[in-house]
């Protein structure tokens, strides 16, 4: 199915850690995944949602774990369900309620990923989901590069058609309900196509650092951005510096893809950190 | 026990002086089983500056938020042309009385008007005629070249003229004002007074402003409207003053005017002056 990948690659880029069909693979799936975290952690680093989207990969990992208690086989769709209920009931709990939206995402994320963790360990068969926490990157197949493909367009699409509403959102819901927006919905939808991200790549870059790769680029790329443009342009540049570079690297020593990806880009944030006064006024 | 005829539903017989006008009419607002806000009458005409002040509590940001639809509400608004016939909703401007925005985020003055004017992604391309559009709103409100400023670097002045050109984008039917320069030092509360007075010359719409700053109510406001729940007092700012209820709201400041100005007659009947 990627043979055209493949080819272009030999030609193109024809290095001694490329030569393995599953690096090829890997390196499609970062070029597809890392610019995907880089446009969505832009607003979710904006709307300080970094706790929200952390409680999305718990969930995810318990929709993984009653998914599997379901069926046998992988239960992608049975996790994408849950996962989009899971953001939904939060948003909507955290808007009806008072109590502080800390509390109720502590909440939700510290029962999801008890429950995930009882089924999953019930009967000692936890071993087989330890690779969940951790992630699998050169794992991935052609099918499921695919899959990232679409939901890759599918955020695309979202970012096209809804981005300004959402901006408004994030710099003062009551201006942006003031103008019309309806903020639940849009922020219901934001949550659900979060949601389905965070599921889909769960089980290659693990639940313990799927937050760090959507928040550190969009972070770092504040540090320099005067402008939306800006930010997204080097939200997406770092993610993708990071994950090709971090890809890389742990080829070369042998370590886990997607913590190496995310310690580069930590390096990128302290860069940007220490820059950043030249470009901010 | 006084008959409150400040708050009667208003009548303008005839066509308002040939003015646009909007009718506030009957408004009730209730949390539970306090009433917030109980049968406010108001009538406003365009190029008209109308104040609302009162102590806090009174409902004053209520009545704001019920007339953008905000707060579940009783009674009707109205809008209605120069010739009295009804025009339908009017648009609504409103200038908010702070943005309570994350001040790192990487958003320009641009972006924030961009976002507002049209759906075209922002985050992907900055085209020229919305560029200008900008610009031109910008310049309305004297504050042109801020337009590629971070909005966390703004003043709170700046800000709040950057705010004001928002509410200006498209021109609307009314402009509501939410005490608009709290935070803001006294040579940029007459600014700013200054410049929403001259709008009203240019553009021929409603200005209502929610204030506590009675000096410039009194300076520059049309019509001045004291609510405590309901309209308990409507004239002109000299009017309203002077009254014996004003004065026990509102203390030295308005005995100080007494002296100043002679007490002009309070209208007691036939409710609404149009």
Redesign the interface.
């Known amino acids: 199915m990627l043979e055209w990948w493949y080819r272009l690659l030999d030609i193109l880029l024809p290095l001694p850690w490329l030569d393995h069909i599953f690096m090829k693979n890997a390196l499609l799936a970062v070029l597809l995944a890392t610019p995907l975290f880089g446009i969505l952690g832009t607003m979710v680093v904006n709307n300080r949602m970094a706790f929200f989207s952390d409680s999305l990969g718990h969930g995810a990992f318990t929709g993984i774990a009653i998914g599997t208690l379901m069926g046998g086989i992988k239960p992608l769709t049975a996790t994408i369900i849950f996962s989009i209920l899971f953001a939904g009931t939060i948003t909507i709990i955290k808007n009806r309620s008072s109590a502080s939206t800390d509390t109720i995402i502590g909440v939700f994320s510290s029962t999801a990923i008890a429950l995930g963790l009882v089924i999953m360990s019930h009967g000692g068969g936890f071993n087989k989901f330890s690779g969940y926490l951790v992630g699998d990157l050169l794992s991935i197949t052609p099918y499921e590069i695919k899959l990232l493909f679409i939901v890759f367009l599918g955020v695309l699409l979202l970012w096209l058609l809804s981005f300004n509403k959402l901006l408004l959102i994030s710099i003062n819901p009551s201006l942006a309900a003031s103008r019309g927006i309806n903020t639940l919905l849009i922020e219901s939808i934001f949550s659900a196509a979060l949601a389905v991200v965070v599921t889909v790549t769960i089980q290659w870059v693990g639940l313990l650092i799927i937050n760090s790769l959507l928040v550190l680029p969009a972070a770092a790329a504040r540090n320099v951005s005067l402008n939306v443009r800006q930010y997204h342009l080097f939200s997406g540049l770092i993610a993708i510096v990071s994950g090709v570079t971090g890809l890389t690297l742990s080829y070369y020593w042998n370590t886990v893809t997607g913590a190496t990806i995310v310690l580069v880009s930590a390096a990128l944030f302290i860069t940007t950190y220490i820059i950043r006064n030249r470009f901010l006024d | 026990m006084k008959k409150n005829n400040h708050n009667k539903h208003p009548h303008c017989d005839g066509n308002c002086r040939g003015l646009c006008c909007t009718i506030i009419e009957n408004f009730s607002v209730a949390f539970g089983k306090k009433r917030i806000l109980d049968n406010v009458n108001i009538h406003v005409h365009c190029g008209e500056l109308t104040a609302i002040i009162g102590a806090n509590g009174t409902g004053k940001t209520t009545l704001l938020k019920a007339i953008?639809g905000?707060v579940k509400h009783s009674g009707k608004l109205k809008y209605l042309d120069a010739k009295g016939v009804r025009r339908g909703y009017p648009l609504i401007g409103?200038v908010?009385q702070y943005?309570?925005?994350?001040p790192?985020?990487?958003?320009?003055v641009?972006?924030?008007f961009?976002?507002?004017m049209?759906?075209?992604?922002?985050?992907?391309?900055?085209p020229h005629d919305i560029r200008q559009r900008v610009s031109r709103s910008l310049e309305l409100v004297k504050v042109g070249d801020l337009i590629?400023?971070?909005?966390g670097?703004l003043s709170g002045g700046e800000l709040q003229r950057v705010l004001l050109a928002l509410a200006l984008d498209p021109i609307p039917d009314i402009l509501l004002l939410d005490e608009p320069v709290s935070g803001i030092d006294h040579k940029g509360l007459a600014l700013f007074y200054e410049l929403v007075s001259d709008l009203r010359e240019i553009y021929d719409f409603s200005i209502i402003i929610v204030s506590h700053d009675l000096s410039m109510v009194e300076k520059y406001a049309d019509r001045v409207i004291l609510l405590d729940g309901t309209v308990v007092l409507n004239g002109t700012p000299n009017e309203v003053f002077n009254h014996d209820l004003s004065r026990r709201a509102f203390g030295t400041f308005i005995s100080k005017q007494k002296s100043e100005a002679r007490p002009a007659p309070v209208h007691e009947e036939g409710g609404i002056i149009c």
């Open positions: 953008l905000e409103y908010p943005l309570n925005f994350d790192s985020t990487p958003t320009s641009f972006d924030l961009m976002a507002c049209t759906n075209v992604p922002t985050w992907l391309v900055s590629n400023r971070r909005l670097t």
